[in-house]
């Protein structure tokens, strides 16, 4: 059964106090293992009856310049230590999608991240042990009904 958390916790009662490289080490093992496509988080607004996709990162510091969004632009697959490296050479992820399958899945996603507008981070999966080791780690996890799909963002 596939699972839905949204992960608010905060640093300082004030920003939100993970990351996207934060979600990859934890998730390691496997993270590491796993293929990745990165690409933007694409929202519809009922009231305009349009959608539109948003990605964006505050800062990278070792790697050429923008590696995130060179990735979301290409939307090619790449290994799970390419990602990682790029994920910790980025100060911020505000927006994205981060699709990760295990090289003994064809087809279906092993786990999806999303960033969501520096507000939480989105983490969707099949595999009972990704739930398990996001409700360990982090203090203000929420379950919700499904992936974020438009604005306004339903709270839970």
């Known amino acids: ?3 839905t958390l949204r992960i608010y916790d905060l640093r300082d009662g004030r ?8 979600l990859i080490d934890r998730l390691a ?10 690409s933007p988080v694409t929202l ?13 990162i505050v800062g990278s510091a070792q790697l050429s310049e923008n ?23 980025t100060n911020q992820v505000i927006w994205g999608q981060f699709v990760g399958m ?11 991240v999303r960033a969501i507008d520096s507000t939480f981070y989105e983490v969707t999966s099949a595999d009972e042990a990704v739930p398990a080791i996001i409700q360990s780690a982090y203090k203000d996890v929420r379950t919700a009904t499904g992936p974020v799909t438009s604005i306004p963002i339903e709270q839970v």
């Open 1 to 3: 059964m596939t699972k």
């Open 102 to 112: 295990l090289p003994e899945q064809k087809e279906d996603a092993w786990v999806v």
């Open 29 to 38: 093992p496997r993270s590491l293992e796993a293929r990745w496509i990165v």
């Open 15 to 22: 920003v939100l106090g993970l990351d996207l490289r934060d």
């Open 67 to 89: 590696a995130l969004e060179q990735l979301a632009v290409s939307k090619s697959v790449v290994n799970g230590i390419t990602l990682s490296e790029a994920a910790h050479a």
């Open 44 to 56: 519809s607004n009922p009231r305009l009856g349009r959608s539109h996709d948003e990605f964006m």
